[in-house]
C-alpha cells in the first residue's frame, strides 16, 4: 500500500451458517470489524437446546456475546478482546431495503431480513467495505445479485485439495540389493534409502529391476519396514492400500488413523474387521457415525423411541458387521464370538452426539463418514481419547451430505492436512474399488 494512504475499514457481517460452523468465528478477523444481524441471533436462540455439536456452538456464541455485552450497548461498536482486533455490534434489519428485497424474491424470509441488514450498514458505513459471510452459498449468491459483496468462511479450510496428502508413494529404480535385504530381514535402515523422501508412517511402494516390496517407515525406530498382507477376521486384502490400511489399524503406535476413499473401497470393512482381529486388546469397539437426516429433517420426525428413530442411520454400520460374520455358519465359533461381542456391547454401534463430555479409555472408536463432520467436531472427538484408546476416521471427502460443508471445508479433509507427518497419525488414501464391478461403474461413469 503506497505509504500515506489510509487503509479501507473493512466490516465482515455474518450469516448464522458461520456461527454454528464456528462459534469462535468473530476473532478470527484480525483487526475488522464484524457485524451480527439481529435476526442472526434470533436463529442462534433456535438452536440452542440439543446434544449436536451445532447447538454447543450455539450456545458458546450466546456466552461470548453476553459477556461483550456486560458493560456496552450491542447496538454500538464494542472492541474485541486480544490484540490488533476490531470492533463488533449487532445491527438491525433495515425496514424500508427490506420491503423491496422482499418484492425481488417474492417472499419473506431470514435469509433476506440478513441480506437487507448487511446492505443497510453499507449504506450507512460509505466509507467501510461490506463483505456478507456465509457457509450457505446460495445466501452468498442472493447476495451477489443484489450487489452485495459475499463470501464463505474461510478458516480451516484447506486450500489445495487436489493434492491432499495421500499417505503413500511409488518409487522406481530403487537398489535390488535393498529389497532383497528388506524381504530378508523385514527391517532396513531407512537412510539407506537414499532417494527415498521419509514422511513419518507414511507407506511405500519400492521397485527394483526384478521385484517391488510394500514398506512402511517406523519414525520411532528409523526403519524401513516391510508391511506383509495379513488377513483380518477373515476379511483379506485386495490391494496394495487395503493392506496398508489393514497394517495402519494393526499398528499399536499409531493411536489415530485416517482413511478417505470413494464408496467401495472397503474402508468400513477393513476398519471393523482389523477391530475385531485385535478385541482381546480393547475392552470396546464403538462405531459411529455423523446423522445427517434426509432433507434435512430432525430425526424427531421419525416414530419411535431414540433407538428406533437412529436405526436407519446405523444400518450401513449393521451391514459390515454381518457381512464378516456371515463368512461362517451360525455353528462356528467365529460367528458366535461376533454374536456374543453384539450381545454383551463389545461392538457397539452409536451416534456421534452422544460421545460429548464422554473419556474414551481402552477402546477402538470407529468414525464412519467423518466428511460429514466440521473440523470442529472432529478435534471434539479427539479430546475424548483416553488411554489406550484408538481412533479411526473414514470417509469420502467428495460425498459430503451436509449443506454447510465442502471438500475443502470438512473435517476429514482438514484431519488429513493438518497431522500428516505426525509420529502419532497415520493416513491411507484408497483408490481402487473392491465392492462390485456395478459399484466402480458409477464410480468411474456417473
Given at each position: 500500500m503506497?505509504?500515506?494512504?489510509?487503509?479501507?475499514?473493512?466490516?465482515?457481517?455474518?450469516?448464522?451458517?458461520?456461527?454454528?460452523?464456528?462459534?469462535?468465528?468473530?476473532?478470527?478477523?484480525?483487526?475488522?470489524?464484524?457485524?451480527?444481524?439481529?435476526?442472526?441471533?434470533?436463529?442462534?436462540?433456535?438452536?440452542?437446546?440439543?446434544?449436536?455439536?451445532?447447538?454447543?456452538?450455539?450456545?458458546?456464541?450466546?456466552?461470548?456475546?453476553?459477556?461483550?455485552?456486560?458493560?456496552?450497548?450491542?447496538?454500538?461498536?464494542?472492541?474485541?478482546?486480544?490484540?490488533?482486533?476490531?470492533?463488533?455490534?449487532?445491527?438491525?434489519?433495515?425496514?424500508?431495503?427490506?420491503?423491496?428485497?422482499?418484492?425481488?424474491?417474492?417472499?419473506?424470509?431470514?435469509?433476506?431480513?440478513?441480506?437487507?441488514?448487511?446492505?443497510?450498514?453499507?449504506?450507512?458505513?460509505?466509507?467501510?467495505?461490506?463483505?456478507?459471510?456465509?457457509?450457505?452459498?446460495?445466501?452468498?449468491?442472493?447476495?451477489?445479485?443484489?450487489?452485495?459483496?459475499?463470501?464463505?468462511?474461510?478458516?480451516?479450510?484447506?486450500?489445495?485439495?487436489?493434492?491432499?496428502?495421500?499417505?503413500?508413494?511409488?518409487?522406481?529404480?530403487?537398489?535390488?540389493?535393498?529389497?532383497?535385504?528388506?524381504?530378508?530381514?523385514?527391517?532396513?535402515?531407512?537412510?539407506?534409502?537414499?532417494?527415498?523422501?521419509?514422511?513419518?508412517?507414511?507407506?511405500?511402494?519400492?521397485?527394483?529391476?526384478?521385484?517391488?516390496?510394500?514398506?512402511?517407515?517406523?519414525?520411532?525406530?528409523?526403519?524401513?519396514?516391510?508391511?506383509?498382507?495379513?488377513?483380518?477376521?477373515?476379511?483379506?486384502?485386495?490391494?496394495?492400500?487395503?493392506?496398508?490400511?489393514?497394517?495402519?489399524?494393526?499398528?499399536?503406535e499409531s493411536p489415530i488413523v485416517c482413511m478417505q476413499g470413494v464408496a467401495g473401497t472397503g474402508k468400513t470393512l477393513l476398519s471393523l474387521a482389523a477391530s475385531i482381529e485385535q478385541r482381546s486388546s480393547f475392552k470396546q469397539i464403538y462405531l459411529a457415525r455423523p446423522i445427517v437426516p434426509l432433507s434435512n429433517k430432525d430425526i424427531g420426525y421419525l416414530p419411535g423411541d431414540i433407538k428406533s428413530k437412529i436405526n436407519p442411520y446405523m444400518e450401513p454400520l449393521w451391514d459390515n458387521l454381518k457381512l464378516i460374520k456371515n463368512q461362517w455358519s451360525e455353528t462356528h465359533r467365529n460367528y458366535k464370538r461376533i454374536e456374543e461381542m453384539v450381545n454383551k456391547e463389545k461392538v457397539v454401534v452409536t451416534p456421534l452426539a452422544y460421545i460429548r463430555g464422554r473419556s474414551l479409555s481402552d477402546v477402538i472408536f470407529i468414525v464412519d463418514e467423518a466428511q460429514n463432520l466440521t473440523p470442529h467436531e472432529v478435534k471434539t472427538i479427539i479430546t475424548r481419547a483416553g488411554e489406550g484408546c484408538k481412533m479411526i476416521f473414514s470417509g469420502d471427502i467428495y460425498q459430503i451430505d451436509t449443506p454447510y460443508l465442502d471438500e475443502q471445508s470438512n473435517g476429514l479433509s482438514y484431519l488429513i492436512d493438518k497431522l500428516k507427518g505426525h509420529e502419532l497419525f497415520t493416513h491411507i488414501t484408497l483408490e481402487k474399488g473392491e465392492r462390485s464391478e456395478l459399484a466402480n461403474l458409477a464410480n468411474e461413469l456417473l
Open positions: 503506497p505509504r500515506g494512504r489510509k487503509k479501507q475499514r473493512k466490516i465482515f457481517v455474518f450469516d448464522t451458517s458461520v456461527i454454528l460452523f464456528d462459534h469462535n468465528a468473530i476473532q478470527n478477523f484480525e483487526e475488522n470489524d464484524v457485524a451480527i444481524p439481529i435476526t442472526v441471533l434470533e436463529e442462534i436462540d433456535n438452536f440452542k437446546k440439543g446434544n449436536d455439536t451445532k447447538n454447543f456452538e450455539a450456545r458458546e456464541f450466546i456466552r461470548i456475546v453476553d459477556k461483550l455485552s456486560e458493560k456496552n450497548s450491542l447496538q454500538n461498536w464494542i472492541p474485541l478482546n486480544g490484540p490488533k482486533k476490531g470492533k463488533f455490534k449487532v445491527i438491525m434489519n433495515g425496514q424500508d431495503v427490506q420491503n423491496d428485497t422482499n418484492k425481488i424474491f417474492g417472499t419473506s424470509k431470514n435469509d433476506h431480513r440478513i441480506i437487507n441488514a448487511a446492505i443497510t450498514l453499507e449504506k450507512e458505513e460509505k466509507e467501510a467495505k461490506v463483505t456478507l459471510v456465509s457457509k450457505d452459498i446460495n445466501l452468498r449468491l442472493k447476495a451477489k445479485a443484489l450487489g452485495l459483496h459475499s463470501e464463505d468462511y474461510e478458516t480451516g479450510k484447506i486450500q489445495d485439495v487436489q493434492n491432499l496428502y495421500t499417505g503413500k508413494q511409488q518409487y522406481d529404480d530403487i537398489d535390488q540389493e535393498l529389497i532383497d535385504t528388506l524381504f530378508q530381514e523385514g527391517a532396513v535402515d531407512a537412510h539407506l534409502f537414499k532417494t527415498v523422501i521419509l514422511t513419518a508412517n507414511q507407506y511405500y511402494i519400492l521397485k527394483g529391476k526384478k521385484s517391488s516390496v510394500l514398506a512402511y517407515f517406523n519414525p520411532h525406530s528409523k526403519m524401513m519396514e516391510r508391511v506383509e498382507k495379513r488377513t483380518c477376521y477373515g476379511i483379506n486384502p485386495r490391494n496394495a492400500e487395503q493392506t496398508f490400511a489393514l497394517h495402519a489399524i494393526m499398528n499399536s
